[in-house]
């Protein structure tokens, strides 16, 4: 049997990290997950239950009420984000949690609640995660790591093209704005913010298509696993 290796994916928002890193499990079977999915659940359990942002006490006390897991779903290929046993993957994906969801993930200690989720879902290995800090602090050792970038007038466009299915008042000036202010909360944050790991190989997709950049990740996977 081969070799099972840990495939940490990041980047900034909507550059097809997640389309990526299910390609990859699926094609190597092993399980995916996307780690933004865990900051967006948090970030509707608080805006559901009023808890603020700003106060600790009742963060930490809420995080203690969070039950977070993931159900593989056959339609979509990919799981499903249920908290406290509700299914929420498209509750998860609406504009009103993507406007706060950089707000919750700079939370220190959201931060600790979902890495060590992350941490033991490694364990085994044999999994491709992605978010924005798996190679640089979920993964320090992971034995691939891609930062995967593209034009940020190219992500709009994909991203919004992919909310008008679900979402269809949507504007392109809104994902426009959305992106832009969570890649510059993302990156700034004090705690685990977006940056290349030093190891990391880059991936920027503006000009390749879903295939050509699988082809590519799935090369360096190949490498890493028969080394
Ligand atoms: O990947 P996404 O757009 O669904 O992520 C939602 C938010 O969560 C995004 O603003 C960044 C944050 N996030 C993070 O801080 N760390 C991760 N590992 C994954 C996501």
Redesign the pocket.
């Known amino acids: 049997m081969s070799k099972k290796i840990i495939i940490a994916i990041d980047g900034f ?1 909507s550059c097809g ?1 997640s389309t990526l890193a299910k390609a990859l499990a699926k094609e190597l079977s092993y399980v995916f997950i ?4 865990m ?2 659940a948090v970030a509707l359990y608080f805006m559901r239950n009023h808890i603020s942002f700003e106060d600790l006490n009742a963060i930490e006390n809420a995080i203690k009420e969070i039950k977070l897991h993931f159900v593989f779903n056959d339609t979509t290929g990919k799981s499903d984000m249920y908290l406290n046993g509700e299914n929420v993957e498209l509750a998860i994906r609406e504009m009103k949690v993507s406007q706060k ?2 707000e919750v ?1 700079a939370i220190a200690a959201v931060r600790d609640f979902a890495v060590a989720q992350q941490q033991a879902m490694g364990e085994e290995k044999g999994i491709v995660m992605d ?4 190679g640089t602090v979920v993964f320090p050792n992971a034995e691939l790591k891609i930062f995967v970038t593209a034009d940020p007038k190219i992500r709009t466009e994909r991203r919004f093209k992919e909310l008008l299915a679900t979402q269809p008042n949507i504007t392109r000036e809104e994902v426009a704005e959305n992106l832009t202010h ?1 890649d510059l ?2 990156s700034t944050r004090e705690h685990s913010p977006l940056k290349q790991a030093s190891d990391a190989l880059v991936l920027d997709n503006t000009n390749l298509n879903q295939e050509e950049q699988f082809t590519m990740a799935l090369n360096w996977a190949k490498e890493r696993i028969n080394a």
């Open positions: 928002s990290k996307d780690t933004g999915a900051y967006r969801v950089s993930a978010g924005r800090d798996i969570r909360i993302d």
